[in-house]
């Protein structure tokens, strides 16, 4: 049996990977009482293959019973029972839109002093700070579109189930703010920029004239080679560790050239080596 754990901000999206797991395979239930998480998953292991698939989401919206979830991870433990915790979260000023857009109430607001969604949301992740932590995965959905986040749960997911890590390669512009969740950060900006060449200036790494340009320096092939070195030597060392996710960020000006040239780069070479990996660009899109 897979139980999958959801948690995570209000906001940050764990309806839309409820419909995404769905579309899966998994059985999910909202909102279910964390006492009533390890009753379920023995139900499930009971099932003989009709639950095999299991998700749950356990949040903010159980007031002071949320505390409840580490007994019920305890419980699922001594029991044997494997689970993964997925965290989904998003940076503040795009949870406070989306509140905005939804015109949907934060759990919180007016609640332990809260009287503005601001306060409610650095109130949630404070309360939501320990489950971040004890987390297997986590996705900030901050500039995530629907697909893009099906995309991604369907690659940790729909793949037959592993206790072997993904690794995500990232790029991002420092200019929109560091990628706040990576586990390692390479700033590229030392490389020269095809954004001062115009016929370069309104394409991306996803271009060949651009992945070209950006690897024609002999800087560029040994930053690479030193990149690459180092990266192989520590993915071993994660794994030992037990880490189920490993994200390698890729940071440029803009995060739409030498960036997204580097995270399409170790994306086809880690995959090519046998490892379960996914790639996406943060801010490729913004002018």
Sequence with gaps: MELVIITGLSGSGKSRTINALEDI????????????IFKFAKIGKASKGNLDRIAVV??????????????????????NIKYKVLFLDANDEILKRRFKETRRKHPLLGVSGCATVMEAIKKEREILLPARELADFIIDTSQFSNAQLKECISKLFLEEYSDGMIINCTSFGFKYGESAYADLVFDVRCLPNPYYIEELKHKTGLDKEVRDYVMSFNETKQLMGKLEDLIYFLI??????????????????????????????????????????????????KK
């Design 58 to 79: 356990n949040d903010i919206r159980g007031g002071r019973m949320f505390s409840d979830i580490f007994g019920a991870l305890k419980l699922l433990k001594q029991d």
């Design 25 to 36: 395979g998994f059985f999910c239930v909202d909102n279910l009482p964390p006492k009533l």
């Design 236 to 285: 071993p060392l994660y794994m030992k560790e037990g880490k189920s996710q490993l994200t390698i960020a890729f940071g440029c000006t803009g995060g739409m050239h030498r960036s997204v040239t580097f995270a399409e780069y170790f994306y086809e070479k880690l995959k090519h080596s046998g490892n379960r990996v996914s790639v996406n660009h943060r801010d490729i899109d």
